[in-house]
């Protein structure tokens, strides 16, 4: 579930994010901090808050996907990664049909 959970954060979170405690806590202004690799330094960091958090999306996602092991749900992120690379690359070349492809994957789910 670690592995899931990790993958998981370092694709969608949009928080800032600090390496030690000391510079989380004078930077600390509120909702847009993350704390998740300073609790990964923690005696227990799968108790910490953002860990719990991340752990529930990727619960959340197996359940969705209707997966049973933590690591066929990485492995299905793993492919789904590679099936984006193309559009992702196609995308940088051409900024300005971001909107119309974004309005097209909605309108696919």
Aim: with cysteine.
């Amino acid at each position: 579930m670690k592995k899931l959970t990790n993958l998981l954060h370092l694709l969608l979170c949009q928080k800032s994010h600090e390496n030690s405690v000391e510079t989380l806590l004078q930077t600390r202004a509120g909702p847009t901090n993350c704390s998740f690799y300073v609790e990964d330094s923690r005696e227990f960091p799968l108790k910490a808050p953002e860990h719990i958090f991340w752990e529930k999306i990727a619960k959340d996602l197996m359940v969705a996907n209707r997966i049973v092991e933590p690591e066929d749900c990485y492995l299905l992120l793993q492919d789904l990664l590679k099936a984006m690379r193309p559009l992702m690359v196609f995308l940088e070349g051409n900024p300005g049909v971001v909107k119309t492809t974004k309005r097209l994957l909605e309108r696919m789910t």
